[in-house]
């Protein structure tokens, strides 16, 4: 069994950046699709990023697209999101999921596990 634990949610100023961590544990994750979701109060959960294996086939959401980048390493069994130029509208909880299946699926459907969350909060 996978189990996820995330890292690095906090609060941050608007224009600033944070760097959340994904580390897995159980098993290893280097084959796996690892990703973000997050979801803010009153809200449906959001995808955010995905990644396969192989770092150069990942996928955003339009929202965070050119200010978050996802990334791993698979020695560490961990993935990371730094987020950059972070708005007001970035506030969530931010859920690290990975799934067996080498999907750029959009919807938490397609992902098997997931952690228990990190909260990230911008204040104007």
């Known amino acids: 069994q996978v189990q996820l634990v995330e890292s690095g949610g906090g609060l941050v100023q608007a224009g600033g950046s944070l760097r959340l961590s994904c580390a897995a544990s159980?098993?290893?994750?280097?084959?796996?699709?690892m990703g973000w979701f997050r979801q803010a109060p009153g809200k449906e959960r959001e995808f955010v990023a995905v990644i396969w294996r192989s770092a150069g086939v990942t996928s955003y959401a339009e929202s965070v697209k050119g200010r978050f980048a996802i990334s791993r390493d698979n020695a560490k069994n961990t993935a990371y999101l730094q987020m950059n130029s972070l708005k007001l509208e970035d506030a969530a909880v931010y859920f690290c999921?990975?799934?067996?299946?080498?999907?750029?699926?959009?919807?938490?459907?397609?992902?098997?596990?997931w952690g228990q969350g990190t909260q990230v909060t911008v204040s104007s």
């Open positions: 159980g098993r290893s994750v280097s084959s796996y699709a």
């Open positions: 999921v990975a799934d067996p299946r080498l999907t750029t699926s959009r919807s938490p459907d397609a992902y098997g596990h």
